[in-house]
């Protein structure tokens, strides 16, 4: 496993410094956050050539809506995401990362026709049908990732998420991307879980059970790392804690505790 961090917990005015700090402490990359990142492809190529270290990843973030009952809204979220897919070919990203539902369902509960639930999955299906396809071409992956049920109504577990990827047969480049503060939140046991759908995860973000930085809390790192080892987990171990794609003006305080934490990681087996 490589370890990496979100941008917005690393402190620095320009791409260059977040790199450097990233290298102080001994990372291997560093995830982005897809909107607005095509204008800044260049300055990131720059700084990865500098530092030597990697792009992980790109995070779809909140862009768009893409299981809107609107078709143009849908649409639009699409194009954001192809272009996300984009600008992880050009820093080099292993792939994107996208939460397909935020908040509330917004589709029509046309039962007995169909449930909310099932529009929702059959939205995504048609959407992975295509983006499969692309992926593949291109040479990147994608990562549906579960999120609890306070911030989706839609995808919450491991299980959920290997559910989208059964609809389009386990294609080889679409993964789930775990999430440990999700995980505690809503698997029954996090290991259980890790050792069921282990074989499906291609990324893996690391908080720990309070969303605080990773020994901060309850999880039990060691056991996690064992877990994924075990299900010969190969791919990044990205830290987002705190308010993800919110966390810049709070990474002074992140900075201070960040060496401890990843000490922490890396002796438990990250």
Same mark, same amino acid.
């Given at each position: 496993?490589?370890?990496?961090?979100?941008?917005?917990?690393?402190?620095?005015?320009?791409?260059?410094?977040?790199?450097?700090?990233?290298?102080?402490?001994?990372?291997?990359?560093?995830?982005?956050?897809?909107?607005?990142?095509?204008?800044?492809?260049?300055?990131?190529?720059?700084?990865?050539?500098?530092?030597?270290?990697?792009?992980?990843?790109?995070?779809?973030?909140?862009?768009?809506?893409?299981?809107?009952?609107?078709?143009?809204?849908?649409?639009?979220?699409?194009?954001?995401?192809? !272009?996300?897919? #984009? *600008?992880?070919?050009?820093?080099? @990203? +292993?792939?994107?990362?996208?939460?397909?539902?935020?908040? $509330?369902?917004?589709?029509?509960?046309?039962?007995?026709?169909?449930?909310?639930?099932?529009?929702?999955?059959?939205?995504?299906?048609?959407?992975?049908?295509?983006?499969?396809?692309?992926?593949?071409?291109?040479?990147?992956?994608?990562?549906?990732?579960?999120?609890?049920?306070?911030?989706?109504?839609?995808?919450?577990?491991?299980?959920?998420?290997?559910?989208?990827?059964?609809?389009?047969?386990?294609?080889?480049?679409?993964?789930?991307?775990?999430?440990?503060?999700?995980?505690?939140?809503?698997?029954?046991?996090?290991?259980?879980?890790?050792?069921?759908?282990?074989?499906?995860?291609?990324?893996?973000?690391?908080?720990?059970?309070?969303?605080?930085?990773?020994? !901060?809390?309850? #999880? *039990?790192?060691?056991?996690?790392? @064992? +877990?994924?080892?075990?299900?010969?987990?190969?791919?990044? $171990?990205?830290?987002?804690?705190?308010?993800?794609?919110?966390?810049?003006?709070?990474?002074?305080?992140?900075?201070?505790?960040?060496?401890?934490?990843?000490?922490?990681?890396?002796?438990?087996?990250?």
């Amino acid at each position: 496993m490589r370890l990496a961090i979100q941008e917005d917990m690393l402190p620095g005015q320009t791409i260059l410094e977040k790199f450097q700090q990233a290298k102080t402490l001994g990372l291997d990359g560093i995830e982005f956050w897809g909107h607005g990142l095509t204008a800044r492809v260049p300055e990131i190529a720059a700084a990865m050539e500098q530092t030597g270290l990697a792009a992980s990843s790109v995070n779809y973030g909140r862009q768009g809506q893409l299981l809107s009952p609107d078709r143009t809204e849908r649409e639009a979220a699409l194009a954001a995401l192809r !272009q996300s897919i #984009v *600008d992880a070919v050009d820093i080099e @990203a +292993a792939g994107v990362v996208v939460v397909p539902q935020w908040g $509330a369902s917004i589709v029509p509960d046309l039962t007995p026709y169909k449930s909310v639930r099932q529009l929702e999955y059959e939205l995504l299906h048609n959407h992975l049908r295509s983006l499969s396809d692309y992926v593949y071409a291109i040479g990147v992956h994608l990562y549906i990732a579960p999120v609890n049920h306070y911030e989706s109504a839609f995808l919450n577990t491991l299980a959920d998420a290997a559910d989208v990827r059964r609809r389009v047969k386990d294609h080889p480049h679409i993964h789930i991307a775990a999430n440990v503060f999700h995980m505690a939140l809503e698997e029954r046991d996090m290991l259980v879980a890790l050792g069921e759908f282990g074989a499906g995860i291609g990324h893996i973000y690391l908080a720990d059970s309070n969303r605080r930085l990773p020994g !901060q809390g309850m #999880v *039990d790192f060691k056991a996690l790392a @064992a +877990a994924l080892n075990d299900a010969n987990y190969s791919g990044w $171990a990205v830290l987002s804690c705190g308010t993800p794609g919110m966390n810049q003006e709070h990474a002074g305080a992140w900075w201070d505790d960040l060496p401890t934490s990843i000490a922490l990681l890396k002796k438990a087996g990250f």
